[in-house]
């Protein structure tokens, strides 16, 4: 992993950020996002909470979940112990919408922001699609919901989790991400290529963006806290999660067009 590299490409990518055109573009996500979670909590939240519930009964898991908490000196939470897991449980499909909507209306104008600006005459070989994007994306994150989901019990150990959920989010932003960062100016095998040989890099700052949207996750979670600012604190969580991801975005660009642009460089003297 290039340190220098990653430095560079997040001062470059603060720079960009702070450009009025990447400020506004964080407007069309969050919109999207919102609309498509107002219309999901409306119709299916209080059916989730019923479900949460009723597995609670049919396991006896509230005597455990007590048990747990007040090992903790949590016992007070007890009350918020089923719309707190069906929260949780609602927490990686909603970071997913957000990857998806930044991919699908946030990733091609940073592409061409940062590619205009900074590599205007890097060829552009198209080696990536819409449909390419969904597929990369869906099944990105069913790899991913499996493994979140084996793996939820050990959030238990804060130890581990703080070391796996992060990784596992990074696992995913970088997968979906940089599909679309070199989805204009790489070719197919290009962009293998560039993964596979800057992997720990994109894992790195996939990682870096996953502790970044902790602060939104949190204030996602504390929602059960206020159910009747429960809207507002969902787009509040939404808005910031659009623009850690967007600033990602921006981040991944500006490594993965020089690493391109290096790479293409060291293919023409070989």
Known sequence: MSIVKVSVSWGRAVASQLHIRMLLLTFLPFIAALLLWSVAMWFGMQALIDFVQEWFNDHHS???????LAMLGLLTFKAMVV??????LLLPVMVFTALLCIGLFAMPAISKHVGGKYYPELEQKRGGSVFGSLWFSLSSFLIFAVIWLVTLPLTLFPVISLVLQPLLWGWLTYRVIVYDALAAHADVDERKALIQQHRWSLLFI????????????????????SVMFLPVIAGAAIWLYVLVFVFTGLWFQHYCLAALEQQRLKAQTT
């Open 206 to 225: 996939g990682t870096v963006a996953g502790l970044f949207g902790a602060a939104p996750g949190l204030l996602w979670l504390g929602g059960v806290i």
């Open 83 to 88: 719309p707190l897991v069906a929260m949780w």
């Open 62 to 68: 509230f005597q455990t979940a007590g048990d747990v």
